[in-house]
């Protein structure tokens, strides 16, 4: 089925097609004069993948749910975290409320303690660090801190993380710095932070085929960071701070330990990369650090 023909089954816009290609939510066939051919499977995908956006879902959720060998397990899963989400919207909201006409600030203080209990540990770090230092922490780990506190190992960890933290020497950031870490941060959402993982998967599943697939583009990347101007920009300038900053104060004896024990996520990821790192190493030995 031609690119018209399914704009018309599915009332979708070749823009939203291309979309959700460049997303690999779908991926049609092309024809030798270079048309998509899209078959009775893929308008099938495309007809869920508007259900799933028309429920609210975001693209990373479509796509873990596209490739679900559980759906119904999985879609009682979003299901869930969506009511969570809207339960906590609406316990906040009604705080306020008491708080407005009723409640004393000790009341609402108890209320609202009760209620961070769901909150993300993504959320209670931007909270407990304000401004340009918790954002540039968020945009290196908040990949792996989207859950909650579920058991005392977690607890003791992110206690002695908000304490290393809040020890460490301030991170001084100039105005370019600052302007860097906004306009990431504008770009790099909820969204686009979990669709990186999906990048490690294909990594560590089979490194080799991604390896013979990329390595032009990761040989041009290593090239580039020799140069002047790649040295001189302000990403490499805050990624040499951060580590510099971090690795004076314990950071691989101490933080990355207490981060495996937060994170199951993050403790998957350590261990997969340590693994692609050394094999990338065998292909490249000139690249002679990985960031954890």
């Given amino acids: 089925m031609k690119t018209k023909d399914v704009c018309k089954v599915t009332g979708l816009t070749r823009k939203a097609l291309q979309y959700y290609k460049q997303e690999n939510l779908i991926d049609p066939d092309v024809s ?17 993948i508007t259900i799933y956006r028309k ?12 490739n679900s060998t559980n759906l119904k397990q999985d879609l009682m899963t979003v299901l869930k975290s969506k009511q969570l989400e809207l339960e906590k919207k609406e316990k906040i909201q009604d705080v306020f409320l008491q708080y407005i006409y009723n409640d004393t600030e000790e009341e609402t203080w108890k209320k609202l303690s009760s209620i961070d209990k769901t909150t993300s ?13 918790g954002r540039y922490f968020a945009l290196h780990f908040g990949q792996f801190l989207d859950i909650t506190i579920n058991t005392p190992q977690q607890q003791q960890a992110y206690e002695f993380i908000i304490e290393f933290l809040d ?11 600052k302007k860097e870490i906004e306009e990431v941060s504008k770009v790099m959402d909820d969204d686009k932070i979990k669709d990186m993982l999906h990048v490690y998967d294909e990594v560590f599943d089979d490194f080799e085929s991604y390896y013979d697939k990329n390595k032009e583009m990761l040989q041009e990347y290593q090239n580039f960071k020799q140069t ?17 900053t971090f690795s004076t104060n314990g950071y691989y004896d101490e933080f990355l330990p207490a981060m495996r024990r937060l994170s199951p996520l993050y403790e998957t990821y350590y261990q997969n990369l340590l693994e692609a790192s050394d094999k990338l190493l ?7 650090d990985s960031t954890l």
């Fill in 121 to 133: 540990i993504k959320e209670k770090i931007l909270f407990s660090f304000p401004g340009y230092y």
């Fill in 55 to 66: 429920f609210g879902l975001s693209t990373s959720e479509i796509y873990e749910l596209l």
């Fill in 282 to 288: 065998e292909k490249m030995p000139e690249i002679k």
């Fill in 167 to 177: 020890n460490m020497e301030p991170i001084v950031f100039d105005d370019e710095m």
């Fill in 32 to 48: 030798d004069n270079g048309y998509r051919e899209f078959s009775d499977e893929d308008v099938k995908k495309l007809k869920r």
């Fill in 228 to 244: 002047q101007e790649f040295k001189e920009s302000t990403g490499n300038r805050l990624m040499k701070l951060f580590k510099e």
